[in-house]
């Protein structure tokens, strides 16, 4: 085990990974040192709170308005604010960057940390959505980004069975959301108070309603594809309601290792801080001494069909996933302004994602107009 605590950068600090990530730091004094915070500032209150909690010496505010309250509370702290405070927070040299921003925004952030050299625990699935090949020449080493999603946690974790060679598939399993078992006939009045009642995960809103899509799960098989450099063809997903089996990968000699604990989202947070090593009591573990029922069922993609979208925007080109997801982020908002039913989400996503032509380069800034473009245009057909 290392002596040393290791320095966090922890972007999204008021966010659900972020407080649960200040919970497992908490709880283990002498392990980890959060040296820079970053948040949208909605909330300066909670940050200033965090600041004087963890002793960090650097808090980022994406809000230019909360930025002078949050430095007058915190005299001796490095205060930055803007857009560019969180890349900066990203860059300063932490040896992990725990990067828990929703949404696409994570992205400058995400290659911020990987050119420092960093490692990045990413629980910012988008930026690697949107970012993919741009993310990936980014890595330095081996190992530099540690995936912090239950799901590509639980992949990683059984990953370390068998040598690549010996992959058959991975297998992504999903809760089904708050809409499991409806057929596409009766979804077509659900609200979004419908769509925020998860059965099992407290997530925030965007990811609440991305899951009753399914267009989270869409995310997450090609966060897999790119992060274990596994075909679209050979990545899964299964329904599991209970949430205990959190992913699998099946090996070429038929069998197939499970990652299994209760659904908490703190134990693949302190693996992504402390990856390859384990913290000791994270979370409670299964109970084997009690009866527990696991069920499995296959995806209905004729109600849920952001899997089969996600499939044709990454064999499109690789600025179709930037397309796919920035379309998803304003079809989302219409529907919870009650602007767009909730099949029209996937519906416009897909829309959008057909009739988009990528450029022949890839850069920073052809994600950036493609996803602007991306945005307009989903803007446009829900009118």
């Not at 982020?329 to 994602?353: H, K, N, Q």
């Amino acid at each position: 085990m290392s002596q040393e605590p290791r320095s966090v950068a922890l972007l999204g600090s008021t966010g659900s990974i972020g407080t649960q990530a200040l919970d497992v730091i908490a709880r283990n004094p002498g392990r980890f040192e959060v040296t820079a915070l970053a948040a949208g500032g909605s909330d300066p209150e909670a940050v200033i709170a965090q600041a004087r909690a963890t002793g960090a010496r650097l808090v980022a505010v994406a809000r230019d308005d909360a930025v002078a309250g949050v430095a007058r509370e915190l005299p001796g702290v490095e205060v930055l604010g803007g857009a560019d405070a969180v890349v900066a927070a990203a860059a300063s040299g932490a040896d992990v960057v725990l990067n828990g921003i929703t949404g696409s925004v994570g992205l400058r952030p995400t290659l911020a940390a990987l050119e420092s050299g960093s490692t990045l625990a990413l629980a910012n699935k988008e930026s690697l959505v949107a970012g993919g090949a741009l993310v990936k020449a980014a890595v330095r080493r081996d190992g530099q980004i540690v995936p912090v999603d239950s799901e590509h946690s639980a992949l990683a974790q059984a990953l370390r069975g068998g040598s690549a060679e010996e992959v058959r598939r991975l297998v992504v399993t999903a809760s089904g959301g708050a809409f499991r078992g409806r057929s596409r006939g009766e979804l077509g009045d659900v609200t979004a108070a419908d769509a925020l009642r998860h059965p099992t995960w407290d997530m925030g809103p965007v990811v609440t309603i991305n899951s009753a899509s399914m267009m989270n799960k869409a995310l997450e098989v090609i966060e897999a594809h790119l992060l274990f450099d596994i075909p679209m063809d050979r990545i899964e997903v299964v329904v599991h309601a209970q949430s205990v089996i959190h992913s699998m990968v099946e090996f070429i000699d038929g069998s197939t290792l499970a990652q299994a604990s209760p659904p908490d989202m703190r134990l693949p947070i302190a693996l992504g801080l402390s990856w390859p090593e384990r913290v000791a009591d994270v979370a409670p573990a299964c109970d084997w001494t009690r009866a527990a029922t696991w069920t499995f069922e296959p995806l209905d993609e004729d109600a849920f069909p952001a899997i089969r979208v996600a499939r044709e925007a990454v064999a499109a080109s690789a600025l179709h996933p930037a397309v796919l997801n920035a379309a998803n982020e304003e079809c989302v908002a219409a529907f919870v302004d009650g602007r767009l039913p909730f099949l029209g989400i996937v519906d416009t996503v897909r829309s959008v994602v057909e009739e988009y032509a990528a450029p022949a380069q890839l850069s920073l800034e052809a994600v950036d107009e493609a996803e602007r473009w991306a945005r307009e245009r989903a803007a446009a057909l829900i009118g």
